[in-house]
């Protein structure tokens, strides 16, 4: 997308995220912000990242976040960065107890959700099963 601002260009963004091709990948979040920095370096984009939050993941996303920090146009901004978390534990949950343990484990991971709050990011909580990426995105949007 070719930079712009308004209506318009917030429609462009939304309809391009709810096609994305995902591709699974091997490569952690710094080195696919490292590969891609050319396109990067001197601009203000928005960084849409779709992950599944956990202690395991933490520190990648953690140093992705802070990599894209280092490449972003001027230093005193912060990159735009919404994080779609995958309600992981939920979409696997199938019993009432599992549901129980899947919200223990989501309350678990607050502290993540906060430092990566700290660092200007946007943690937006995303189940799959129970909400669209549309949805989610919208909510987002609205503030939710």
Not at 10 to 24: A, C, F, G, P
Not at 30 to 54: D, N, W
């Amino acid at each position: 997308l070719f930079p712009d601002v308004g209506k318009r260009q917030q429609y462009q963004i939304t309809r391009e995220l709810l096609h994305v091709d995902i591709r699974y990948s091997t490569e952690s979040l710094k080195e696919a912000v490292h590969s891609c920095r050319r396109y990067i370096v001197g601009t203000q984009p928005l960084f849409v990242i779709v992950t599944m939050v956990e202690p395991a993941k933490i520190r990648g996303i953690i140093d992705g976040v802070r990599q894209l920090h280092r490449y972003v146009g001027r230093a005193s901004t912060k990159p735009a960065i919404i994080i779609f978390n995958v309600q992981g534990y939920s979409i696997a949950a199938q019993s009432e107890e599992e549901k129980i343990a899947a919200g223990f484990l989501t309350y678990h991971n607050q502290p993540y959700y906060d430092a990566l709050r700290s660092m200007g990011c946007i943690v937006v909580n995303w189940d799959p099963v129970g909400e669209s990426f549309a949805q989610a995105l919208q909510r987002q949007r609205v503030g939710g």
